[in-house]
């Protein structure tokens, strides 16, 4: 399994998490979130970074915007994390450049395995990635998990990224899971406060990980 660390802010903490070789860096694009890394960096800032696997993280975004600051900044995958549907995403397939990917997120919260399946098989082909989150008014950041048992339900058609609460206390259960996860995506429960990351507890997380 891979690793993401989203909601980076801090130029420091970016260049450390690359010299750990962090497969995925997560910066969110949404201005109600506090780790909106527009507050925080500039889009030359972002193109710059040396790194193939910087994910935009966009809610309910508009097509034009996101396509805008994708370029702008660099970036190498954009993750759709509000309410955008299969037309949106196959529109925003047709105007992003070629070779950026798209991870579409699957909040879960009450539904069962039968609406989740139906929201997955909706999904155009055209997607890369899903990501599966625990469902919040906030779109995510919350450390709050959803019962990942509820993913050995389902039929899984695309890679997927698993989000929500991963700690270290509870990541060993995820080998218990059918349908292992390409990628563990990793925030709030690795954080002092909203952004600024707890990169001793994410190296203790890199090493146990590595031994699972």
């Not at 910087?54 to 509000?82: C, M, P, R, Y």
């Not at 992003?96 to 997120?105: D, E, G, M, R, S």
């Not at 050995?152 to 990541?171: D, M, V």
Request: hydrophobic share 40%; aromatic share 12%.
């Amino acid at each position: 399994m891979k690793l993401k660390v989203c909601g980076l802010t801090k130029l420091d903490q970016i260049q450390e998490l690359i010299s750990l070789k962090v497969d995925f860096l997560g910066f969110i694009f949404y201005e109600k979130s506090p780790r909106y890394v527009l507050n925080c960096l500039s889009l030359k800032y972002l193109s710059q970074i040396p790194h193939l696997g910087k994910v935009g993280v966009f809610v309910n975004e508009t097509i034009e915007n996101v396509t805008d600051l994708s370029v702008k900044a660099a970036l190498n995958f954009i993750q759709l994390h509000g309410d955008e549907d299969e037309n949106y995403v196959a529109n925003l397939k047709n105007k992003l450049p070629y070779q950026i990917k798209i991870i579409k997120v699957i909040r879960i919260g009450n539904q069962n395995s039968e609406e989740l399946q139906k929201n997955i098989n909706l999904l155009p082909k055209t997607i890369n990635y899903l990501l599966f989150d625990t469902d919040s008014k906030a779109f995510g950041g919350t450390g709050k998990t959803f019962d990942w048992k509820i993913l050995n339900e389902l039929e899984i058609p695309f890679p997927y990224f698993l989000s929500g609460g991963i700690s270290l206390e509870n990541f060993h259960q995820i080998p218990t899971l059918n349908n292992q996860p390409f990628s563990l995506d990793i925030n709030s429960k690795f954080e002092f406060e909203p952004g600024i990351k707890n990169l001793e507890k994410i190296k203790e997380f890199i090493k146990s990980y590595n031994t699972v």
